[in-house]
Structures are given as C-alpha cells and as structure tokens.
C-alpha cells in the first residue's frame, strides 16, 4: 500500500495586525520598513500613524517574522500580534508603506485609544459566544455594510454604514436611542481583526456608554480558535485582498470582487444579468458611464489576454 502524502502547505504567509501606540519617528520608520520588507519579498499594506501602526503583509515566512520583529523593536510595540493564515499564491501586487492621520479612519481626532483607560473590555474568542448570547447583550458589528453582507455573528446589529467614519454619527442617531430603549448591561462590538471595534469602544467611552466590550483580535482570531462546530459565525469574512473572503478554515472562500467597483460578490451575485466579469454588478450596475465601462470593458480583455499568456495582470 503506498503511503500517503502529506498535503503541501500554501507557500505565502499572510500576517495581519495592528496596536495602538504613541509612535515617533513616523517618515524613518516608513523608510525603514518599506526597505526591510522589499529586501525579504514582502508586499501588501502597512499604515503608520501617531496613534499606532495597522498591516497586512504577505510573503516568504522568514520575510514576514524579519518584518513582524521590527515592529516590535519599536517602543509600544512590544506586544504586537499577528493573526496569520497561508494562500497558495501573493495575495497583493506590491508593498505600499504609508504615513496616515489614523490608522482606521474615525474622523475623532480627540479619541486616543492608544491609552489602555480609554478603550472597552478585551474579550478572547473562548469568552465571546457567552457575552453574546446573554439576553442584556448589545451586538453591534462595527464593519461597512457590504462586509456585513456577506457573513456576521448571529443577531448582530449592522449599523448600514459605508465607511467607519459613518460610526459615530450612527452612535448618535441610533445607538444612544437604543441602549436608553433597552437598558443593555454589555455592549459587545467585533469588527474583521479588531482594530474597529476597538478604537471603537474608545468612542463610546468617551461619549459616557458604560459596559463596553470587544473581540479581542476580532474575527480572524474567533475563526482560528473556536472549531466550526461549535461556533456562532455564520458566513464568510471579507479581507482586504485578493482572497476576498475567507471561511472558517480561513481558506479563500466563495467570494469573489467586482473589478468595476471593487465589492464583493457571491456565487449568487455573478449568476445575475447585471453582472459582467470586470464591468459591472448589481452593486454598480447603474453607478459609471458608458464611457467607463468600455475602459473596464478593455482591462478585462488585457486581463484574460495576459491569463491565456500564464502572465499576471496588474488589474487582475
């Protein structure tokens, strides 16, 4: 009987990770780092900021463990995590290493969640389907609507927004009515690797909520830690590259992006008349002109040309 192969694990290491931190230093490091990971084939995004430094990074893993150690050369860095899963090929194009205001955009200047008094209650994977299934619980997932879309935590609140900047004036609107409605004793916010929520439940301290709690290193590491069975996730979560989505096994799931708009579709999605690989979907259907969609219509054509070549295409 012939023994059996053990399966070839993806050769890319994809590591994503933020911390708050008071960083100095801000246009060295950005040369620093962009240098180191171009040196070690690394490539994808890294934000730098005053209030602390959020990434996703991909490649060889002596590469990516070589950038990871510098960032935690770095005073408050010390403890900086990264959550990682494998693809079988370089989910970016290139390295882009970048000076930001913020390192996720909440348009609050004065919110500082770099101190550890400003910001909500950590809660690990293993405690966070307890908190949420206790009936004075609040769910408030802290993402864009179409990542909501596409796979969330059962009787979740989605705020509807299209961009974190949206968040307080929802908290304003509608969440500071609701909690004076329903008198939660938590409010649990999650968001993809938890640098929402929690820069999150900073605002809201800050705007007088008390009992505020967050998935501690968001959803990616709830997927790595508590099995299928057992789990109240329901759907894919949307990453910010070309795996789109990922499963439970963080494996690159069923979805796939809208070269036009750049929104993630489903197998359902792609089956619509308004759906034309590259050109438009039933997100965009009716957003560009005809102007534009002949130029998609173009770099799609470029697109397939250069994947019947076995070359890669920039807009690919």
């Known amino acids: 009987m012939a023994e059996a192969v053990a399966p070839v694990e993806p050769a890319i290491l994809v590591a994503a990770f933020y911390r708050f931190a008071a960083l100095e230093g801000l246009p060295q490091l950005r040369a620093e780092l962009q240098a ?10 890294v934000l730098l900021a005053a209030e602390g430094v959020n990434g996703t990074v991909a490649g060889p893993d002596a590469g990516v463990a070589a950038v990871l150690l510098r960032l935690r050369q770095l005073a408050g860095l010390e403890r900086l995590e990264a959550k990682c899963s494998r693809a079988n090929v370089q989910p970016f194009h290139r390295l882009k290493v970048r000076l930001k205001r913020e390192i996720v955009t909440l348009g609050q200047p004065e919110v500082a969640p ?49 961009s974190f900047r949206d968040f307080p004036a929802w908290v304003e609107r509608e969440l500071k009515p609701l909690v004076a409605e329903r008198q939660p004793k938590a409010i649990a916010m999650f968001c993809t690797g938890g640098i929402r929520c929690e820069k999150a439940t900073a605002y809201l301290q800050q705007r007088g909520f008390d009992g505020v709690h967050h998935l501690q290193g968001g959803i990616l590491r709830y997927l790595e830690e508590i099995p299928a069975e057992r789990s109240s996730w329901c759907g894919e979560c949307f990453v910010f590259d070309q795996r789109v989505a990922l499963n ?58 250069a994947r019947r070549r076995g070359e890669a295409h920039i807009g690919g």
């Open 36 to 45: 180191l990971a171009a040196a070690q084939g690394v490539r994808g995004t």
């Open 114 to 162: 770099y101190l550890t008094s400003a910001v909500g209650t950590p809660v690990p994977p293993q405690r966070w389907d307890a908190l949420i299934a206790h009936p004075d619980t609040l769910v408030i997932d802290t993402r864009n609507a179409y990542e909501v879309a596409i796979g969330t935590f059962a009787g979740a609140i989605n705020p509807g927004t299209e």
């Open 248 to 305: 439970h096994q963080l494996e690159p799931g069923e979805h796939s992006l809208c070269h036009a708009c750049g929104l993630p579709l489903s197998p359902q999605d792609r089956q619509l008349a308004s759906y034309a690989p590259g050109v438009s979907c039933r997100h965009c259907i009716g957003r560009f002109s005809d102007g534009d969609r002949a130029r998609f219509a173009e770099r799609q054509r470029q697109i397939e040309h």
